[in-house]
């Protein structure tokens, strides 16, 4: 996200959520610092935008300070991670007359480095810790970073959740649907950031990874054009889904308004 994302939420997030009387809004803020990591000044900056909780990623303690301050904040790290990590990986979250939302951050375990525990094995372990509970939705952020592992995850809790947000890539999936059994799915949400970058790294530094050796520093774009992506869920008085679908923003130039 960086500097130029947060920046997007701020002029953009605050009307969205008027105009469809959203009730919650939830963001991966895995690279809300400085493009890669968290800090609690900025997710108290984007908190003030009207973002109500964060889900993350494998960035979560790219800044080591951030695994001290996870505890106080809203927002979660992989429930799949080894006991004893900082911070958790499920939450409720009480909307009063609304109801009740569980809310799971899952990390997929192909091509992810570290020690994640299966997260088909977590996602059961968790509904059945739960399942007395009468929650309005349950909400799952699922961190993969090869498509067809999301999409097998979808699958498999169809009908037992109520969402499935991937994210991860970045790039925002045009495959928003919902399942048979009634779960909402998307492979990936997108990002909200520099919309003339690689997934928010100069362009140029990314192709001289793949050109030449070694590759240079990142640097993130700040300026210009930005992509706001999202998807907008419905949920009725039964706990369905009413209806899901994609809800993209881009901004010119935000430096000038």
């Keep these: ?14 009307n969205i959520k008027k105009a469809d ?9 895995e690279n809300l ?24 990623g494998d960035h979560v303690f790219r800044i080591p300070k951030f695994a001290g301050d996870i505890d106080s904040l809203p927002v979660l790290r992989p429930a799949n991670w080894p006991q004893g990590t900082p911070g958790k990986g499920h939450t409720i979250l009480d909307l009063g007359k609304e109801g009740k939302i569980l809310l799971v951050n899952l990390l997929g375990i192909t091509n992810i480095n570290g020690p994640t525990e ?6 059961d372990n968790i509904l059945q810790e739960f399942e007395k509970e009468n929650f309005r939705a349950i909400l799952v952020d699922f961190h993969a970073e090869v498509t067809s592992e999301a999409r097998a995850f979808g699958f498999y809790v169809d009908g037992r959740v109520t969402a499935v947000f991937g994210t991860h890539s970045h790039v925002p999936t045009a495959d928003a649907q919902v399942l048979p059994k009634g779960t909402a799915y998307i492979t990936d949400v997108g990002m909200v950031g520099a919309k003339d970058s690689v997934l928010g790294v100069e362009p140029q530094i990314i192709i001289d990874r793949f050109t030449k050796v070694p590759g240079e520093k990142f640097e993130w774009v700040e300026s210009g054009s930005s992509v706001f992506n999202s998807v907008l869920l419905e949920i009725d008085s039964k706990g369905e889904v009413a209806s899901f679908e994609r809800v993209d923003r881009e901004l010119r130039d935000i430096a000038n308004g």
């Design 33 to 56: 610092a400085h493009g890669r990591g968290l800090t609690a000044e900025k997710v108290q900056e984007v908190l003030g935008f009207g973002v109500d909780y964060f889900t993350s």
């Design 118 to 123: 299966n997260p088909f094995y977590t996602i």
């Design 21 to 29: 009387n959203i009730s919650l809004a939830i963001a991966n803020g």
């Design 1 to 14: 996200m960086a500097s130029l994302g947060r920046a997007t939420v701020g002029k953009l997030l605050p």
